[in-house]
T-cell receptor, first 114, second 117 residues
Framework: DAKTTQPNSMESNEEEPVHLPCNHS???????IHWYRQLPSQGPEYVIH???SNVNNRMASLAIAEDRKSSTLILHRATLRDAAVYYC???????????????FGTGTLLAVQP | EPEVTQTPSHQVTQMGQEVILRCVPI?????FYWYRQILGQKVEFLVS????????KSEIFDDQFSVERPDGSNFTLKIRSTKLEDSAMYFC???????????????FGPGTRLTVL
């Protein structure tokens, strides 16, 4: 799987937007971009995924650069409950039998201040 | 909302003992996984399981580890002879399907904290 680079930590204030960046300069044309997060003392939790176009769901938005070498997870209004480690993960589309496993990096630790 | 459950939440064992960690995946899911996270480290993939057999395993998943789906609801991870370095949080996950294009979502349980003394 292609490598991703994320800042070790970020801080935000409650009710403000948060932009979490991820660089994946070696991404291949068949890699999906997935985001998971891990709240304190919990298992990882799916957030969002995309391939080329920007994506929105009830949790967040995913903005993907035109060259796909970077992406940004956007939390529109951070809450205290959003304090977590956020992981950007690339997954090969692999029609022929790509792995299902998730390969986690160190992620970005997001702190949300009241 | 359906969720993955795991028992026990915390297991303490003596080195060399066998442990079985239990998971109940989401009922209509077909793919099952175990991951582990040593304190302060990354989440690491151990094994994936589909159609009653292992579909992929990592280097960590050696002969001391085994998985089983003994009935229609449970998915277990057995460690035959625990070592100190097996102390970690173990997460079970499940997904509905492989997902064309790596689009499957994996749902994780809350984890079992294994402490080997």
């Amino acid at each position: 799987d292609a490598k991703t680079t994320q800042p070790n930590s970020m801080e935000s204030n409650e009710e403000e937007p948060v932009h979490l960046p991820c660089n994946h300069s070696t991404i291949s044309g068949t890699d999906y971009i997935h985001w998971y997060r891990q709240l304190p003392s919990q298992g990882p939790e799916y957030v969002i995924h995309g391939l080329t176009s920007n994506v929105n769901n009830r949790m967040a938005s995913l903005a993907i650069a035109e060259d796909r070498k970077s992406s940004t997870l956007i939390l529109h209004r951070a809450t205290l409950r959003d304090a977590a480690v956020y992981y950007c993960i690339l997954r090969d589309v692999g029609y022929g039998g790509a792995t299902n496993k998730l390969i986690f990096g160190t992620g970005t630790l997001l702190a949300v201040q009241p | 909302e359906p969720e993955v459950t795991q028992t026990p939440s915390h297991q303490v064992t003596q080195m060399g003992q066998e442990v079985i960690l239990r998971c109940v995946p989401i009922s209509n899911h077909l793919y099952f996984y175990w991951y582990r996270q040593i304190l302060g480290q990354k989440v690491e993939f151990l094994v994936s399981f589909y159609n009653n057999e292992i579909s992929e395993k990592s280097e960590i998943f050696d002969d001391q580890f085994s998985v089983e789906r003994p009935d229609g609801s449970n998915f277990t991870l057995k460690i035959r002879s625990t070592k100190l370095e097996d102390s970690a949080m173990y997460f079970c996950a499940s997904s509905e399907k492989k997902g064309i294009g790596g689009t499957d979502t994996q749902y994780f349980g809350p984890g079992t904290r294994l402490t080997v003394l």
